[in-house]
């Protein structure tokens, strides 16, 4: 997903700049992207609401990944062992800095880990682990309490990006508001229901990004990205409403970029709460 977002963001900036005037070179390159709402949180352990999770994608990475063929990859490990159907041992990539200067130590792995296992909005994604050592400054293992065929991929979800221990214990329960991690992108402000400011990485381990800083705005309403988008106040809208496909498709100087998904909607019951804590007001909406 990150690679993807970085790839577009790069394409979109080079289509859209292509037409720059020489002297206009060395502005800086901002790419505004209109969000459908305001993120909650970027604490990964906080909310796994979208809107946060796709500001949150630009400031953390996870020690793998997944490519478009859904076969996970290298990201903060450089490697990773199956010394057991209930026991991982990762290998940490030398030298990579957080956005506070200090360097990912397998130290930074055991606390994210731990930490999350406490949340009670994502400890769910790595149930399954039991234990967490670090077996040197680099090396990680992780003990599952029973066999888990996807936890290479849980690791891939945006609520296990790996977090910097420092940072979190100095920022304590304002940590979300204060984001720090590895990412190609850094916070820089969070002005709530307006905007989200991230500048470039200049040490980012795997290349810094040709966009110098990215505005993520909440614009609520549908229509009114899709006007952004032909006024060329934005550069990005997400979430674009099904009666607007056609205008996008037919705009000559917009390109619509769909893909497959694998998200899944459903109808949550608050069960302690009228009128559905009356099983049979909640058969009534299911039938």
Known sequence: ?????????STIFLLTGCGEKENKKNEKKVLIVAQSADAKSLDPHATNDSPSSGVMVQIYD??????KNLKIVPSLAESWEEISPIKYEFTLKKGIKFHNGEELKASDVVFTFNRMLKSPRVSHIVGPMKKIIAVSDYVVQVELSNPFAPMLHHLAHPASFILNEKAVNENKEKYGQNPIGTGPFKFKSWTPGDRVILVKNEN????ASDIDEVNMRVVIEASSRVIGLETGEVDIAINIAPVDLNQIKSNKDLTLLEENGFGMNYLGFNTVKPPFNNKNIRKAVSH
Request: hydrophobic letters at 55%; glycine letters at 10%; a positive charge.
């Open 62 to 67: 996870n020690l793998v990944g997944v490519d």
């Open 204 to 207: 980012y381990f795997k290349g």
């Open 1 to 9: 997903m990150k690679r993807i977002a970085i790839s577009i963001l």
